[in-house]
C-alpha cells in the first residue's frame, strides 16, 4: 500500500498534530466496503493515538459543506465509521480525533489545514467539476472565516490524486456552460484531436476558484498526480465502477 506522505514535509504541518495521506487502489472506500474504513484507521492509528473516527459526507457533488464540533463524538457513540447521509461534500472542524474522509476516483479531493497553538482547523473537500463550479471553494472560504474565524492567506492547502488536463475530455456544452459564467474560463480549456471535443482543466479551475476567494497561491500543494493515467489508482472515466480512493486528514 502506498501511503503518500510527501505533502506533509511540503505543506509544512510537521510536528503540528496534523496528520493527511492520500492513498492508492490498494484501499478501495467504494461506500460499501467497512473493512477498507477499518484498515484506514489502523494506519492512522499505527502512528501512536486510538480512538480515531473516520468521517465522511455522502458526496452528491454538491457545494454544501458540514462542520462538526465537540457534540460529533457524543452523537457517534460506539460507531467508528460515521457515513453522514446528511448531504454535503465537504466538511471541516476543530476536533481531534476525526479522519475527515473523501473519495474520488476522477474528482479532486482538496485538504485544508490551519495549524494553530489550540490544535488547528482541517478540513476536506469532494471536489468535481460541478460542485466547483457551483461555488463549493466560495462555500469552503466562508465556513473557515465564518464559523471557524481563520485567515485564509494562511490556510495551507493540498489537491489529491486527480484527472489531468491531458485526459479530462469534455463536450463542447460542457465548455460553453463554462463560458457563460465566465469568458475568461476559456482558459482551461484546450481543442482536442477529436471534433467539438475539448479537454478541461480541472485543478487549474480549482486552483483559479481557491485564489479568487483569498487563499494563497504559495499555500496551494498540487500532489501532481493523475489517477486516470496512473493505474495504481481508480479512475471512474477509465474503469466504470465504484471503486474509490480515499483521502484523509486529521488532528491528532
Ligand atoms: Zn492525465
Redesign the pocket.
Known sequence: MIYLCGGLKKLNVKNTGIVYGFMDGSLDFNPGNLTARKELLNIIQSAGKTDYYSYEVEQSHGTRIAVLDEKFKEAAKYNRNVFDKNDADGVFTGESGIALCIRTADCAPVLFAVPNNSGGIIGAVHCGWKGAYGGIIKNAKNVLTDKFNADVRGVLIAIGPS??????EVEEDFLNLFLAKDNLNRKFFEKTANKNKFFFDLKGFIKKELILNGFSDKNIYDLNI?N??DAGFFSYRRDRDLRRQVSYIALL
Request: aromatic share 22%.
Open positions: 484527472i489531468c488536463r491531458k485526459c479530462y493523475c486516470f493515467e
